[in-house]
């Protein structure tokens, strides 16, 4: 699965919850590590989350990302990769309800 398949569905999210795409990419970004640039890139480039991944500089607040998705704990999960992508999902969903930029990024 690609990254630039699902970047329009974290979107519509954030966007249906009356928030922003550069909040989504701020999120993003932080994970990430990528500049705004290499997002772009990334997305046109039609990059899988394993390649996506793997060229990221997970940020190392990363792991103070707890909480629930799918029924699962992002803490808990023991793939890195599917824990990366959650962690990603956790933050999208954080931008949509609302949650303060400075608690999101662990600040």
């Not at 795409?21 to 772009?40: K, M, P």
């Not at 992508?85 to 930029?101: F, N, P, Q």
């Amino acid at each position: 699965m690609t990254v630039a398949s699902v970047y329009p569905l974290y979107l519509a999210k954030v966007e249906r919850k009356g928030h922003t795409q550069a909040e989504l990419d701020t999120v993003i970004l932080w994970l990430t590590g990528f500049t705004d640039s290499e997002l772009r890139r990334e997305l046109d480039a039609k990059t899988t989350f394993e390649e996506f991944f793997a060229k990221a500089q997970l940020n190392p607040k990363a792991s103070a990302i707890t909480g629930v998705i799918c029924g699962i704990r992002v803490e808990n999960i023991e793939d890195p990769l599917v824990q990366r992508i959650r962690y990603l999902d956790k933050l999208v969903d954080e931008v949509a309800h609302g949650k303060s930029m400075e608690k999101i990024l662990r600040a």
